[in-house]
């Protein structure tokens, strides 16, 4: 069985940062709506929680990426049985208006300062070294996602230059 964890680690004001690790290993980072109390159809974090993960190989999405990743494409890999959500799939994207409720990878991360939002970068790379990996371990046995809200305060950092103060990578 492969678990993949989303540990989630930072908030802005619309977006939720995310750290994703497969046997300890970080293998990229994460983005979602904000965690919320009360669901707003695609615009909340996905719940915590363990989900199964599992191909969906019709709708719209799926020909999409069929046609962008032709030789390796099996289907969206989709969360199972998340209460009161559907079609929740792990895809490229790079801030919060690209997730309408579902994960989004990246190699790296930025936080926006100016307007207090995370966004993920090199999402397409992130995309494809995860699907691979995550794929190749569907076809064998189980594999799920496990959710877990670590959410600690943004960290203050010490600037030398004001030049971009409105962004910071990490």
């Known amino acids: ?99 309408a409720g579902c994960l989004l990878v990246g190699n790296k991360m930025k936080y926006l300062k100016k307007i207090k939002e995370y966004e993920t970068r090199q999402s397409r790379d992130a995309y494809v070294s995860l699907y691979k990996r995550l794929a190749a371990a569907m076809e064998k046995e189980e594999v799920y996602v496990v959710l877990q809200d670590m959410i600690q305060p943004e960290p203050k950092v010490k600037r030398k230059s004001k030049k971009n103060d409105d962004e910071k990578d990490y």
């Open 1 to 99: 069985m492969v678990e993949l964890h989303v540990k989630r680690v930072r908030q802005g004001k619309n977006s939720t940062l995310s750290e994703l690790y497969i046997d300890n290993e970080l293998v990229c980072y994460g983005l979602e709506d904000s965690v919320r109390y009360k669901k707003i159809k695609g615009s909340t974090a996905i719940p915590a929680g363990r989900y199964k993960l599992e191909f969906n190989r019709y709708g719209g999405m799926n020909s999409r990426y069929s046609k962008l990743f032709p030789g390796f494409h099996r289907g969206m890999i989709q969360l199972q049985n998340v209460p009161n959500y559907s079609y929740i799939y792990i895809h490229m994207g790079n801030n919060f208006s690209d997730t």
